[in-house]
């Protein structure tokens, strides 16, 4: 639970500096995040 709690407050952080940089960087953001997942899955 704690390990969860600190991945989102990363998560949040890295969020916050891509609303920082524009909606370009939040795709980009979101893209990896989904191939990390698809990766999990395997």
Known sequence: ME?????TDRF???MQR???Q???GISL???RLRR???E???
């Not at 390990?3 to 991945?7: A, T």
């Open 40 to 42: 999990r899955r395997r």
């Open 3 to 7: 390990r969860d709690g600190m991945v």
């Open 29 to 31: 953001a979101w893209l």
């Open 12 to 14: 949040e952080r890295e």
């Open 36 to 38: 990390q997942r698809k």
């Open 22 to 24: 524009g909606p370009r």
């Open 18 to 20: 891509r609303r920082e």
